[in-house]
């Protein structure tokens, strides 16, 4: 099975930076992608990591180290819009199920 | 452009009474598709996946069915509600192959008293 920790909850100023970081275990590992949902709404996509290293969308950037079952979130330049929940999910090698983490609820203060 | 379509989007369900959501894929074909069941404020708990016709992959021993009678359509069923069926239902689905993208229904909130 996976299990996933991320941090509960994150509270930063608009312009701050936050990291949200997440561990993982995982029997085989194929990647780790990033999801946001605003309150009410679906989640929706972020990013995606199969390889190593720093992927850059934006104002929002994702980390993956393999060799330490560890990745993060990296929101930029915060803006009200970005209060949200975000979670990070894997995806296993042995099948197709991706598998979420409890989510991390993200509040921008002006 | 592919699209997904879940509904009702709102329902509320007498504990012991039957249940059926609907979710459809168009624009692309063979998707995998999912169920997801997310409890208020917590996170996103997989039930059902499924890679193709008739093939379900059960996650978590419910009281919930999966069924997929066409390449495109996916459903959940309850014979009989429980109280702790409540919460926010959630249709998603992939492109074929190994993938971390998920694209999401709208959801359908279900309230069972």
């Known amino acids: 099975g996976q299990s996933l920790e991320q941090p509960s909850e994150v509270t930063a100023v608009e312009g701050a930076i936050v990291q949200i970081n997440c561990t993982y275990q995982?029997?085989?590992?194929?990647?780790l992608s990033w999801y946001q949902q605003h309150d009410g709404g679906a989640p929706t996509f972020l990013s995606y990591?199969?390889?190593?290293g720093l992927e850059e969308t934006g104002r929002f950037s994702s980390f993956l180290s393999r060799s330490d079952s560890y990745g993060y979130l990296l929101l930029q330049e915060l803006q009200m819009k970005d209060s949200a929940s975000y979670f990070c999910?894997?995806?296993?090698?042995?099948?197709?199920?991706?598998?979420f983490g409890a989510g991390t609820t993200v509040t921008v203060r002006a | 452009s592919q699209t997904i379509h879940q509904w009702p989007a709102t329902l509320v369900q007498p504990v012991g009474s039957p249940l059926s959501l609907e979710c459809t894929v168009e624009?692309?074909?063979?998707?995998?598709l999912y169920w997801y069941r997310q409890a208020a404020g917590r996170g996103l708990q997989l039930l059902f996946y499924?890679?193709?016709?008739?093939?379900i992959s059960s996650e978590v021993p419910q009281n919930l069915s999966a069924s997929r009678p066409q390449d495109r359509q996916f459903i959940l069923s309850s014979k009989k509600l429980l109280l702790s069926d409540s919460g926010f239902y959630l249709c998603?689905?992939?492109?074929?192959?190994?993938?971390?993208?998920?694209?999401f229904g709208e959801g359908s909130r279900l309230t069972v008293l």
């Open positions: 998603a689905w992939s492109r074929t192959g190994i993938t971390g993208e998920l694209f």
């Open positions: 995982t029997s085989g590992f194929y990647g």
């Open positions: 499924s890679v193709g016709i008739g093939q």
């Open positions: 999910a894997v995806r296993d090698s042995n099948d197709y199920k991706l598998s």
């Open positions: 624009g692309t074909s063979n998707p995998n």
């Open positions: 990591n199969a390889l190593d």
